[in-house]
């Protein structure tokens, strides 16, 4: 298992922008697959993002689709989501997770997990 580490949240005004990274700890990062979820109060965790263990391959939301950039760095074992364009819809606590499978967007997929960072947008 890989253990992961998010940062980058805080309080942004509509339309801002933040960046959230997520640092992994091991030597096999490049290994997996890794995904952005977030969970408003009240909500399910839901999927924000996903990129493929080499970076050829993204996977997004509709609802963030052409404001929200994932990326990684596998020298670095990070991970990335720039966010744009920010809505209060927004706000939420964005959790990192990674996985070894194929299934990207899948909440069950992903067994490792960061403890969050809270984003919150006003508006």
């Known amino acids: 298992q890989v253990q992961l580490v998010e940062s980058g949240g805080g309080l942004v005004q509509a339309g801002g922008s933040l960046r959230l990274s997520c640092a992994a700890s091991g030597r096999t990062f490049s290994s997996y697959a890794m995904g952005w979820f977030r969970q408003a109060p009240g909500k399910e965790r839901e999927f924000v993002a996903a990129?493929?263990?080499?970076?050829?391959?993204?996977y997004y939301a509709d609802s963030v689709k052409g404001r929200f950039t994932i990326s990684r760095d596998n020298a670095k074992n990070t991970v990335y989501l720039q966010m744009n364009s920010l809505k209060p819809e927004d706000t939420a606590v964005y959790y990192c997770?990674?996985?070894?499978?194929?299934?990207?967007?899948?909440?069950?997929?992903?067994?490792?997990w960061g403890q969050g960072t809270q984003v919150t947008v006003s508006s």
């Open positions: 990129i493929s263990w080499s970076g050829g391959s993204t």
């Open positions: 997770a990674a996985t070894l499978g194929t299934t990207m967007t899948t909440i069950r997929e992903f067994g490792s």
